[in-house]
Every structure is written in structure tokens, then in C-alpha cells.
């Protein structure tokens, strides 16, 4: 794991979501992890998936999983690592951190670029921020581009009709 491998980031506890029938290729990589990183715990959880593509049952199985979990907020740093796994796993790990469910700050690896496919890079890792309110310039740009798009439904005709602007918005 590639997060476990940064030489500024400690991680204590790495909790492996995966599918039963990966337990072999999961106890490697567990193996790899406690290889490259002997501070770090590693916790198996498997969940059932019948088809990970499936935006409903992936949503529905990690928000079940979720809501069993005590989250300690006040004294552990959560990190979301969200690199691996389908895409429809990594929007629903992303929708329920948005949504609290799911504490910590979200976290993706990439290789260096111009890195080839055999080559041992050591990856780099980012945060992905969910705070808005450091997006205040995009935030703005959304409501004038919302009030311009409203502005033309209207053909430039201010109404006072409460009804009316409602159905525009």
C-alpha cells in the first residue's frame, strides 16, 4: 500500500475493506504492508458485495458497515484512502465521508509522473478536501452563473411573483 510507504505520514491502523473471495491476495498485501510499515496494524473486514458495480448494494453495504462502527474522533486522525477499489466503491466512500458517516480526511496515492509500469516509485499522496468554505471564489462563480441562468429563463423580466421564481430556480 502505497499510503503506508510515505515517510512523513504514520499510519497505526489500516483497516482492509474487501470481497471473501480475494482472502488469499488480501493476507498478501496485508503481508506487504506489515513488511514496509511495522508500526501499522492491520484489520481484515470483509464484506459482501455481489456486484461492485452496483452504486445501490455498494452504498447500501458500506453505509451498513459504517453505522456499526464507533468512530473516536476527538482522539484519532482518520484517513479515508480511497485509491483503490471500483469507482462506484470510491463515490461511495466519498459520498459518505461528505455526508459524516465517515470521519477523517479523504486520501488518494498516485505514482511520480513519467513512471513506467515496472518501475518502484515511491507513490505520492493527496488530500482531498471537502471544506467549501475554502472554495468561496468557486462558490460565487456557481450562484452567478445560477442567477445569470435564472436572468435568462426570465428574458431580463424581474417578477415579484413568489410562484414564478420558484419554478424558475
Known amino acids: 500500500m502505497p499510503l503506508c510507504q ?3 505520514l504514520v ?5 482492509l475493506l474487501y470481497p471473501p473471495f480475494h482472502k488469499k491476495l488480501i493476507q498478501m498485501v496485508a503481508a506487504d504492508i506489515g513488511a514496509i510499515s511495522h508500526e501499522t496494524i492491520v484489520d481484515l473486514v470483509p464484506l ?3 456486484d461492485p458495480w452496483d452504486l445501490a448494494e455498494v452504498y447500501s453495504v458500506l453505509f451498513d458497515w459504517a453505522r456499526e462502527q464507533t468512530f473516536e ?3 484519532i486522525d482518520y ?3 480511497i485509491t483503490t477499489g471500483t469507482h462506484v466503491q470510491q463515490i461511495c466512500l466519498f459520498l459518505l465521508n461528505e455526508a459524516h458517516y465517515l470521519p477523517g480526511q479523504l486520501r488518494q496515492t498516485e505514482p511520480p509522473p513519467g513512471s513506467g509500469p515496472n518501475d518502484q516509485p515511491s507513490a505520492s499522496y493527496g488530500i482531498i478536501d471537502l471544506d467549501l468554505s475554502k472554495y468561496d471564489r468557486l462558490a460565487s462563480r456557481f450562484e452567478k452563473e445560477s442567477l445569470e441562468s435564472q436572468d435568462f429563463l426570465k428574458s431580463g423580466i424581474a417578477t415579484k ?3 414564478f421564481n420558484h419554478l424558475i430556480e
Open 6 to 8: 510515505q515517510e512523513d
Open 11 to 15: 499510519v497505526s491502523r489500516f483497516t
Open 48 to 50: 459482501e458485495l455481489k
Open 73 to 75: 474522533t476527538e482522539a
Open 79 to 81: 484517513l479515508l484512502y
Open 161 to 163: 411573483n413568489a410562484a
